[in-house]
């Protein structure tokens, strides 16, 4: 393979992200890459994000409305960042091409779609890389990078707190139905959940949530119908390893600040990271940077590391430069062959959880694993 040739499936805000990280992998890195094709049905989405794509150097880019125009024999991996209940469809009928796929997350929206999905991946000749990339934002990096250290001693308590601006506007307005989304706890806190297992190193037993829609959409509707989006929701889960977490989240503080917070408690001491939200939520801050905090319970000195991100990978996103660490990743499985780091196995779990989470709330019992 002498260049590693993309194709974007589905080219709004996220879909854009993709391709400047993209660009900047090439970039930084001179690694052999270019998006070749972007598919959405949207013309406005498409036709701005072609010529992004050009401004960035894709020479040989080319956009179409649907997927079945693209020849799939002038691509070597496919970025799915559609809608998520078009995940499902849009797997099933790339698989048998055996070409590598990084989808955004959700994996999907329904579990049997998520089942279905790993029994057809068994065997897959290609990477196939659910993008949660929570896990690459350098303070989340950080953090668990001093969790592995051991510092805090045996983990036995996990909080993960997000207090943020509401949902954003998506073209036609899916988002803000749960039977596109799969729900608030699946469509946002798959990444929440994501972190919790890989924090841990366990597997989630039982999960009791509460929460509820009390502020957001409530005076919208869309050719008649009322959003059915959770605004806010607390949500506790046990693990097998005996550890417990809790996700804290509110989608009415717009103005919090930090927007996140990672707590891990161990019977030798606390780690916390401290991660703002997207600078062009907050133009006259000036510079906010994360923190990661670790305090030993022998009440001596805090440690800080301030967690500085590369201007440039900050401008490419909403997510600290996380899917340009992401993307490199990926790119370097694609090419080099390196592991896959977060597997359709790993995305399904962490629908599992959400979807758990959804059902606990409208029944009010505990929902076991």
Same mark, same amino acid.
């Given at each position: 393979?002498?260049?590693?040739?993309?194709?974007?499936?589905?080219?709004?805000?996220?879909?854009?992200?993709? +391709?400047?990280? !993209? /660009?900047?992998?090439?970039?930084?890195?001179?690694?052999? &890459? %270019?998006?070749?094709?972007?598919?959405? $049905?949207?013309?406005?989405?498409?036709?701005?994000?072609?010529?992004?794509?050009?401004?960035?150097?894709?020479?040989?880019?080319?956009?179409?409305?649907?997927?079945?125009?693209?020849?799939?024999?002038?691509?070597?991996?496919?970025?799915?960042?559609?809608?998520?209940?078009?995940?499902?469809?849009?797997?099933?009928?790339?698989?048998?091409?055996?070409?590598?796929?990084?989808?955004?997350?959700?994996?999907?929206?329904?579990?049997?779609?998520?089942?279905?999905?790993?029994?057809?991946?068994?065997?897959?000749?290609?990477?196939?890389?659910?993008?949660?990339?929570?896990?690459?934002?350098?303070?989340?990096?950080?953090? +668990?990078?001093? !969790? /592995?250290?051991?510092?805090?001693?045996?983990?036995?308590? &996990? %909080?993960?707190?997000?207090?943020?601006? $509401?949902?954003?506007?998506?073209?036609?307005?899916?988002?803000?139905?749960?039977?596109?989304?799969?729900?608030?706890?699946?469509?946002?806190?798959?990444?929440?959940?994501?972190?919790?297992?890989?924090?841990?190193?366990?597997?989630?037993?039982?999960?009791?949530?509460?929460?509820?829609?009390?502020?957001?959409?409530?005076?919208?509707?869309?050719?008649?119908?009322?959003?059915?989006?959770?605004?806010?929701?607390?949500?506790?889960?046990?693990?097998?390893?005996?550890?417990?977490?809790?996700?804290?989240?509110?989608?009415?503080?717009?103005?919090?600040?930090?927007?996140?917070?990672?707590?891990?408690?161990?019977?030798?001491?606390?780690?916390? /990271?401290?991660?703002?939200?997207?600078?062009?939520?907050?133009?006259?801050?000036?510079?906010?940077?994360?923190?990661?905090?670790?305090?030993?319970?022998?009440?001596?000195?805090?440690?800080?590391?301030?967690?500085?991100?590369?201007?440039?990978?900050?401008?490419?996103?909403?997510?600290?430069?996380?899917?340009?660490?992401?993307?490199?990743?990926?790119?370097?499985?694609?090419?080099?062959?390196?592991?896959?780091?977060?597997?359709?196995?790993?995305?399904?779990?962490?629908?599992?959880?959400?979807?758990?989470?959804?059902?606990?709330?409208?029944?009010?019992?505990?929902?076991?694993?």
């Amino acid at each position: 393979m002498n260049i590693l040739r993309y194709a974007i499936i589905g080219t709004g805000m996220m879909g854009q992200e993709h +391709l400047k990280n !993209l /660009a900047l992998v090439r970039d930084i890195h001179d690694l052999p &890459l %270019s998006v070749v094709a972007l598919i959405d $049905p949207d013309e406005g989405m498409r036709q701005s994000a072609l010529e992004l794509a050009r401004s960035l150097g894709n020479t040989e880019v080319q956009a179409y409305s649907q997927l079945s125009e693209l020849s799939s024999d002038d691509v070597d991996a496919f970025i799915i960042v559609s809608p998520n209940f078009t995940h499902h469809a849009i797997i099933t009928e790339l698989l048998p091409l055996g070409k590598a796929i990084l989808t955004e997350k959700p994996l999907c929206t329904k579990l049997s779609d998520c089942d279905d999905l790993q029994q057809q991946l068994e065997g897959y000749p290609a990477p196939f890389w659910v993008a949660m990339e929570y896990r690459y934002m350098p303070p989340t990096a950080r953090f +668990l990078e001093r !969790l /592995a250290s051991g510092e805090i001693g045996t983990l036995r308590m &996990l %909080s993960i707190r997000e207090q943020r601006y $509401p949902f954003l506007e998506k073209v036609g307005d899916w988002n803000r139905f749960s039977e596109n989304t799969g729900g608030t706890l699946v469509e946002k806190c798959c990444h929440h959940f994501d972190l919790m297992r890989l924090m841990t190193g366990a597997e989630p037993v039982r999960v009791f949530a509460s929460g509820g829609m009390d502020v957001n959409h409530l005076d919208e509707s869309y050719e008649g119908r009322t959003p059915d989006i959770i605004d806010n929701a607390l949500v506790i889960v046990d693990f097998d390893n005996g550890a417990r977490g809790a996700l804290e989240l509110c989608m009415f503080a717009d103005g919090a600040e930090p927007q996140e917070q990672l707590t891990a408690i161990g019977d030798k001491g606390k780690l916390d /990271a401290y991660i703002p939200g997207p600078d062009r939520f907050w133009p006259d801050a000036g510079e906010r940077h994360s923190r990661v905090v670790f305090s030993p319970r022998d009440q001596s000195q805090p440690q800080i590391d301030v967690i500085a991100v590369d201007p440039q990978l900050a401008a490419a996103g909403d997510h600290h430069g996380s899917t340009f660490y992401q993307h490199l990743r990926f790119a370097k499985a694609v090419l080099q062959g390196a592991a896959v780091e977060v597997t359709v196995s790993d995305g399904a779990k962490a629908v599992r959880m959400g979807a758990a989470a959804q059902e606990s709330i409208r029944t009010g019992q505990v929902v076991e694993l």
